[in-house]
C-alpha cells in the first residue's frame, strides 16, 4: 500500500446502481471486477496499486472499501458473458456491453483492464 487516497468511482445507470454495488452484494469479502479502457497513465496507476486499498464511491458518496487484487489486459469484447453481468446487471447482453463502451470509450471494441477487487 502507498498510503495515497485511492478512488474508485461509479455512476449510477438510469438511476440504478450497477448490481455489483448494490447493498446485498456490496459486502466484506465478496469479489468484483470492473472494465476500464487503456491508457498509459492508468496502467502504471493500476499496476503500482495492486494490493492497495481504494475508497469506492457510488454518484461521488462513499460506499465502503476495496482491494485490488488483479489487473488483467482484456478486448471489452473478449469478457464472457457471465463476467458482464456480474460486473453490470444481470439484464446485460453483449449488445448491452458494446453500447456502453460505445458511450463511455466512442468504439464499442475497447482494450483495457479488467480489475478484480476484493471488498474490505
Excluded: H
Excluded at 448494490?22 to 469479502?29: I, L, T
Excluded at 495492486?50 to 475508497?55: E, V
Excluded at 458473458?81 to 456480474?86: F, N, Q, V, Y
Amino acid at each position: 500500500m502507498n498510503g495515497q487516497n485511492l478512488v474508485l468511482g461509479f455512476t449510477s445507470e438510469e438511476g440504478e446502481p450497477w448490481d455489483k454495488l448494490k447493498p446485498e452484494n456490496f459486502k466484506k469479502g465478496n469479489q468484483f471486477t470492473t472494465f476500464r479502457g487503456y491508457g498509459p497513465k492508468k496502467d502504471a496507476y493500476y499496476e503500482r496499486n495492486i494490493n492497495s486499498i481504494f475508497t469506492v464511491t457510488l454518484d461521488r458518496r462513499v460506499i465502503g472499501s476495496a482491494l485490488l487484487v488483479t489487473k488483467e489486459y482484456i478486448w471489452s469484447d473478449e469478457i464472457p458473458l457471465e463476467t458482464i453481468k456480474k460486473d453490470t446487471k444481470k439484464d446485460y447482453t453483449l449488445e448491452k456491453w458494446a453500447d456502453l463502451m460505445y458511450t463511455f470509450y466512442g468504439n464499442k471494441k475497447v482494450f483495457g483492464y479488467l480489475l478484480t477487487f476484493r471488498i474490505e
